[in-house]
Structure formats: C-alpha cells, structure tokens
C-alpha cells in the first residue's frame, strides 16, 4: 500500500490541519510533547507521510 503524503495547511498547537488531494484531515495533538513541539513537527506548508505521522504519535 502507497503511503500517503500530507501537506500541512494550519498549524494551531493543539490542532494541525492537513490536506493530500482532495483528502483533508484534523490531527490534534498528542498530549506528551509540547504545543511548540508540535508546530516544529507539522509546521505549515510542510510535507509529511503517514508512517511519519503515526511516529510522532508513539513517541
């Protein structure tokens, strides 16, 4: 299975806003690291894949 590329459109610190096509997803954040962590992760415009996505999760 091909993983899927996000581009991320907002970044608010609590919530990241994503897009991949015509696909839009809300990610909010996981509660052990730090808002700005979380915005140095998913910072806008930048691009991130689900097995990227799903490591900042199990950190």
Excluded: Y
């Excluded at 609590?14 to 052990?32: F, N, Y």
């Excluded at 690291?33 to 998913?42: C, D, M, T």
Aim: without cysteine; neutral net charge.
């Amino acid at each position: 299975m091909k993983t899927k590329t996000w581009t991320v459109i907002a970044n608010t610190g609590k919530q990241a806003d994503l897009e991949s096509g015509l696909e839009k997803k809300a990610v909010q954040k996981p509660p052990h690291i730090s808002a700005r962590e979380f915005v140095h992760w998913l910072a806008p415009d930048s691009h991130i894949d689900d097995d990227s996505l799903l490591s900042l999760f199990k950190l």
